[in-house]
């Protein structure tokens, strides 16, 4: 078992230090080494998922819908003759919640299902997983502002729960404007088998106190639930909320979006054996600054950095099966491309550059 002592006594091992630090002394910051670990520790582990679509840290989930055009089949509201906050930026046509734990968006997945048939998921005519097929949709990452919840009170304690049951309220009807993505709360206590409370389902990255749901404008009254993970039925809240303010969204055309993302994995059992070697060379490069100030040893760190991020890339590009058809230049210009998850490995992501020196 590896811990997040163990990457820090490795980081001070590669640095040529005899120093090492307790579980105790990065707790309460009791050494210099302990201090400066811990001032860079989790923006460089972070940094670093963010460099390439790491096997180890990669997820997929389905986002969460906060607004779409009118005229979409979860808007049938009446058109508007401008653009109003509520809708996505132009030019695109849905909004979704950036999730919490993501770092780095990579791609979406190119599902074909929509609201008009009943085709499973993946399933197309004439081979498994045809609909998967195609280019990945575009989207981007941008901004909105909302108003989220940050506590629930129980109205109504309904029948049924069980402690850790998701709660999430309703969106509200198509035939008028979304209010946004709803708040999802998780049932902390129970009276029987009624809700007694609950905790807020945290949407905001880095956010010091829980902060559930997008809403364009806070929601009033007594609220039902809409579904639980559970079972339970009947419970009622009332909601509290806090400031408006930012939070990263992702606009796209897809209907149902799907993301790939390089995700915040804080386990070092998780990661593969490369990715824990470049994360001790670069932070090993980084307490070099702190501690000793030698810029030649820590470029040479730094090297080493970035030897392990492109073998890390190669394997990881061919830890898989897939096939890596990719489209011609002359193709490509004429705007046909179909690399994606099934026909090659992350071909429109942004690979970058290398870990950077100290100058």
């Not at 108003?147 to 009807?173: E, M, N, Q, R």
Request: with cysteine; charged share 10%.
């Amino acid at each position: 078992m590896t811990s997040v002592t163990d990457i820090c006594n490795r980081m001070l091992q590669t640095i040529g230090t005899r120093t090492t630090v307790t579980d105790a002394e990065l707790a309460n910051d009791d050494t210099n080494e302990a201090i400066q670990f811990n001032l860079i520790y989790e923006n460089t582990r972070d940094d670093l998922a963010r460099m390439a679509p790491w096997n180890c840290v990669l997820k997929t989930a389905n986002l969460t819908y906060i607004s779409s055009l009118p005229g979409t089949p979860e808007n049938t509201s009446p058109a508007t003759q401008l653009w109003t906050p509520g809708q996505p930026a132009p030019p695109w046509s849905y909004e979704y919640q950036y999730p919490v734990d993501c770092l780095r968006a990579v791609q979406l997945l190119a599902a074909n299902q929509t609201t008009q048939g009943n085709a499973p998921v993946g399933i197309g005519v004439g081979a498994v997983g045809q609909q998967w097929l195609g280019p990945p949709p575009k989207f981007r990452v941008q901004t909105d502002l909302f108003y989220p919840v940050t506590a629930a009170a129980v109205v109504a304690g309904g029948t049924g729960y069980a402690v850790g049951d998701i709660i999430t309220l309703p969106i509200g009807p198509i035939t008028s404007p979304p209010i946004g993505a709803p708040v999802q709360l998780r049932v902390a206590t129970l009276a029987g088998s009624a809700v007694a409370t609950v905790s807020v389902v945290n949407v905001i990255a880095g956010s010091a106190t829980p902060q559930g749901g997008s809403y364009f404008a806070p929601q009033t009254g007594t609220i039902a639930q809409s579904s639980t993970t559970g079972s339970g039925t009947g419970a009622t809240f009332t909601l509290t909320h806090g400031a408006q303010g930012d939070q990263r969204v992702i606009l796209t055309n897809q209907e149902f979006a799907t993301l790939q993302y390089c995700r915040q994995v804080t386990n070092p059992n998780v990661w593969d054996t490369l990715f824990q070697t470049a994360l001790i060379n670069a932070g090993a490069a980084n307490l070099q600054m702190a501690l000793r100030g030698d810029r030649g040893f820590a470029n040479d760190l730094v090297k080493e950095v970035n030897a392990a991020i492109e073998a890390a890339r190669s394997i990881d590009g061919n830890e898989g099966f897939i096939v890596n058809d990719v489209t011609p230049d002359f193709i490509r210009v004429r705007g046909i491309a179909y690399e994606g998850l099934v026909t090659g490995p992350f071909s429109n992501f942004d690979w970058g550059g290398g870990w950077p020196s100290f100058a």
